[in-house]
C-alpha cells in the first residue's frame, strides 16, 4: 500500500508538470493553429497545410499527455481516499499509483525532448576500434542490438553503407534510422564509445579481451531545412559496389563516394568530410542521398556549435580507446554500466537484444536541455 508522501509526490508532479509545459498557453495556441485550419483555401497549399497539420498535432500532444497525467493522478486520490472507507483494496490502490507513476515518468521523459532537432530522423554511424576481428564483431553487435531497438519502436532502418571485417563482423556501417517518433531525440544519448569485455571467441587462449567501437548520431534533415552546400568545396568519385547485391551490382559503377572540404566557421581550420553510399544500384538515387547525408553532417555540425552541451559529449572528439567510454558492457560480470549516469543493469542479453530504453531515459533525465536552447 502506498504512503500519503508517495500520494503527494505524484500530485506535485502532476502540477510541476502543468507549470513547466504551460499547458493553460498551449491550449490557446491549440486553439489558434486549429482555426487557420478550418481556411477554405487551406489545402490549395498541400505542403504548407501538412506542415500546419503537423504543429498542430506537436502541440495536441503535450495537452493529451498531460490530460492523461491529470486523470489518472486524480484518479489515484480517489482510490486512495475510497480506501479509508474500505471502498477499494490495497492492491487497487496500488495498481492506480502504477499507472499515474508510468504517465508522469512517461511525460517528464517527453519535456528532455524539446530541443528542434528531436523530432528528426537520424543517421547512425558505427566505427570498430583498434582490435582487429573482435572489434570488428563488436562493431556488429552494437548494429543488431540498435536494429533491435528500432524495431521495437517503429522505426524502419536502411543501410547506406557497411564495409564487412576481415574475418567476422563489420569495420563500420552507416545507419538511417526512419519513421516512428523522436529517433534523434533518444538516440543521440548514444554518442561515443562503447567498450566490451568478454571472453573472445577470437582469442585461441581463451583471455579476456577488451574492445572499442564508437557510435555517432546525427539528425536527418528533410527538405524543409535549408542547409548551405558549396558546389566549389564538393567533389564526387563512382566505383563498383561490393557485398550483397548480387553480380549485377559489381558490372556497373552505381557506388558514389563525395568528398566536402568543411571550413570551421570559428577556427578557419579545414577538414575533408568522406561519404560512400552504396545503398541502390541506381548512382544518381546515391548520389542523392549520399548529397542528404553531407547535408545532415553540416546541419549536425552548426547545431553542436550552438549546443555546447552537446559538443562535449560528441563522440568524434574522442578517441577510441580507454578512458574515453560511455558506457561498458562486461559479459563475464554480466552487466553493463554507463559511465555518465552510473546506470547499471545484469540484464546483458536483454541489453544486447534492443532493451536499451533505461540507459536513454537515465541519460535524458541527467543531462536536460536548458530554457535558453528552446525553440518552443
Not at 477554405?40 to 497539420?53: H, L
Request: contains cysteine; glycine residues 6%; aromatic residues 8%.
Amino acid at each position: 500500500m502506498i504512503t500519503a508522501d508517495q500520494l503527494k509526490d505524484v500530485m506535485e508532479r502532476a502540477e510541476a508538470l502543468h507549470h513547466y509545459l504551460n499547458i493553460d498557453q498551449k491550449q490557446m495556441e491549440l486553439e489558434e493553429e486549429q482555426l487557420r485550419t478550418q481556411a477554405p483555401d487551406f489545402w490549395e497549399d498541400v505542403e504548407r497545410a501538412q506542415a500546419q497539420m503537423k504543429k498542430v498535432k506537436s502541440i495536441e500532444k503535450w495537452i493529451v499527455g498531460y490530460k492523461d497525467v491529470k486523470q489518472k493522478a486524480d484518479e489515484l486520490q480517489l482510490a486512495f481516499d475510497f480506501y479509508k472507507d474500505e471502498l477499494v483494496t490495497e492492491e487497487e490502490v496500488d495498481a492506480d499509483y502504477d499507472k499515474a507513476m508510468k504517465a508522469i515518468e512517461n511525460l517528464e521523459l517527453m519535456n528532455m525532448l524539446r530541443q528542434k532537432e528531436d523530432p528528426m530522423d537520424c543517421v547512425m554511424k558505427i566505427n570498430s576500434g583498434a582490435g582487429g576481428t573482435e572489434s570488428q564483431d563488436w562493431a556488429s553487435m552494437l548494429m543488431r542490438m540498435y536494429m533491435r531497438w528500432c524495431e521495437a519502436h517503429g522505426h524502419k532502418v536502411t543501410i547506406s553503407n557497411l564495409q564487412e571485417g576481415d574475418e567476422a563482423g563489420i569495420k563500420s556501417v552507416t545507419m538511417e534510422i526512419e519513421g516512428g517518433e523522436y529517433a534523434y531525440g533518444f538516440l543521440k544519448s548514444e554518442n561515443g564509445v562503447h567498450r566490451l569485455v568478454r571472453v573472445s571467441p577470437f582469442n585461441a587462449q581463451g583471455k579476456r579481451m577488451t574492445s572499442f567501437a564508437s557510435v555517432f548520431v546525427t539528425p536527418l534533415v528533410d527538405d524543409t531545412i535549408e542547409v548551405y552546400v558549396d558546389p566549389a568545396k564538393l567533389s564526387w568519385d563512382t566505383f563498383r559496389s561490393s557485398g550483397a547485391g548480387g553480380q549485377n551490382v559489381n558490372k556497373v559503377e552505381s557506388g558514389v563516394r563525395l568528398r566536402y572540404w568543411y571550413t570551421d566557421p570559428d577556427t578557419g581550420e579545414e577538414e575533408e568530410i568522406l561519404i560512400e553510399n552504396t545503398e541502390t544500384r541506381d548512382q544518381p538515387k546515391n548520389r542523392a542521398k549520399a548529397l542528404l547525408l553531407l547535408k545532415s553532417q553540416l546541419y549536425d555540425r552548426a547545431m553542436k556549435k550552438r549546443l555546447e552541451a552537446q559538443a562535449k559529449i560528441e563522440a568524434g572528439k574522442k578517441k577510441i580507446e580507454w578512458g574515453s567510454q560511455i558506457r561498458s558492457y562486461v559479459f563475464d560480470d554480466r552487466r553493463v554500466k554507463d559511465h555518465r549516469t552510473n546506470y547499471q543493469t545484469t540484464d546483458v542479453d536483454g541489453v544486447m537484444d534492443g532493451k536499451i530504453d533505461e540507459f536513454i531515459k537515465a541519460y535524458l533525465m541527467e543531462f536536460p536541455v536548458n530554457e535558453d536552447d528552446n525553440d518552443n
